[in-house]
């Protein structure tokens, strides 16, 4: 294995000029740091991590907790692209990434809590995505002194980025409204901060356009479940009074609807209409195109690794005015709502 010595002797100068070079330290004259790290890459030397996290105190390596019980995290077209570009923005900035599951914490036979993970590994930082927010285990991390933001979910004086979801719903509720659509059903997700978000947001939109909401049109169905998202889809339309347009909690709940619809011997959208979100690049592919929500997964993540890093190397906090940071998205109009 090539050391600093050995690339010192090949140069012919100090271990000390050595070091200062591959860190980028400005007292070493430009030919000498190019020469040391010209000999350094063709002697093929890697500098070792322990080593530098003993002399930096840093590892450069950023825990990602997840929690895969439900089936959803990096099987989730939302967070999976979301940590793709959390880990490219990472990367850029010269961080490696450990996967934390918040289910089987454990090193070995070891069964560790996940704060205790997080201390083994030597974690600089942690991104928390698609967790329970209120489990004990993601509690212990947030109120530790390891630097943490989150996706989805604001806590007082924690760190997060989150998708606009208000604005998201009230975006879709005016443009259903807009195609002259006064009966909007809801079928909204699973209990968690983001879904009553989302469904305050549809009550206050509804109100201020000044639209009743009927207590059958509206149902609590789950993320990412097409079946159930059928089933409350069928139970709707044989209503004596049924909605002519439905909003459901996220594109693959969609695919439950438009199977519903088409069950019914129904079309989309002559007879019923239809409103997603997430804006799934693959579901956009379906034929009639969704109408739905795109949410900016891209600049999510790439704003949740600035923000950890930024908090990471200032050792300090970044101030209360950049404590919650909301990502807006857009409106992709398709063609499942009908102009009436």
């Known amino acids: 294995m090539v050391s600093i010595k050995t690339i010192a002797e090949e140069c012919g100068v100090s271990i000390a000029t050595v070091s200062k070079a591959l860190n980028g330290h400005s007292d070493v004259g430009a030919a000498t740091k190019k020469h040391v790290l ?25 825990g990602i ?43 070995g036979t070891s069964r560790m809590s996940c704060y205790e993970h997080c201390m083994y590994r030597n974690l600089d930082g942690i991104l ?9 285990d993601t509690k212990e991390i947030f109120d530790s002194e390891i630097p943490v933001v989150s996706i989805d979910f604001r806590r007082d004086k924690c760190y997060s980025v989150s998708s606009d979801n208000a604005g998201g719903i009230r975006s879709l509720v005016e443009y259903i409204y ?14 968690s901060q983001v879904t009553t978000t989302r469904l305050n947001s549809y009550l206050d939109t509804m109100k201020s356009l000044g639209l009743q909401v009927q207590p059958d049109y509206l149902r609590q169905g789950r993320h990412v479940d097409s079946e159930l998202t059928e089933k409350y889809m069928t139970e709707m339309m044989e209503l004596y009074d049924p909605p002519t347009c439905v909003i459901v909690p996220d594109d693959i709940a969609a695919i ?3 199977n519903a619809v088409r069950k019914a011997g129904k079309s989309i959208p002559d007879d019923i209409s239809i409103a997603g979100y997430d804006g799934i690049s693959t579901i956009q592919l379906l034929q009639p195109q969704l109408t739905t929500y795109c949410q900016d997964t891209h600049e999510i ?12 190397k200032s050792k300090s906090s970044m101030g209360e005015d950049n404590y919650d940071t909301i990502i807006r998205g857009h409106l992709i109009e398709g063609n499942t709502v009908k102009h009436i």
């Open 301 to 312: 993540g790439r704003v949740a690794a600035n923000k950890l890093i930024s908090i990471i």
């Open 38 to 62: 010209d000999t350094a890459k063709r002697l093929g030397y890697t500098p070792n991590a322990q080593a530098r996290a003993l002399k930096t105190n840093k590892t450069f390596n950023i």
């Open 65 to 107: 907790l997840l929690n895969d019980k439900a089936g959803s995290g990096l099987t989730h077209p939302f967070f999976s692209a979301i940590l793709d570009s959390f880990r490219v923005g990472c990367a850029n900035k010269g961080y490696d990434i450990t996967l934390i599951n918040l289910v089987t914490s454990q090193v």
């Open 256 to 258: 439950g609807a438009m």
């Open 128 to 136: 928390l995505a698609c967790v329970d927010f209120y489990s004990k």
């Open 178 to 191: 807009s195609c002259g659509h006064e009966k909007i059903a809801y079928i909204y997700g699973d209990s």
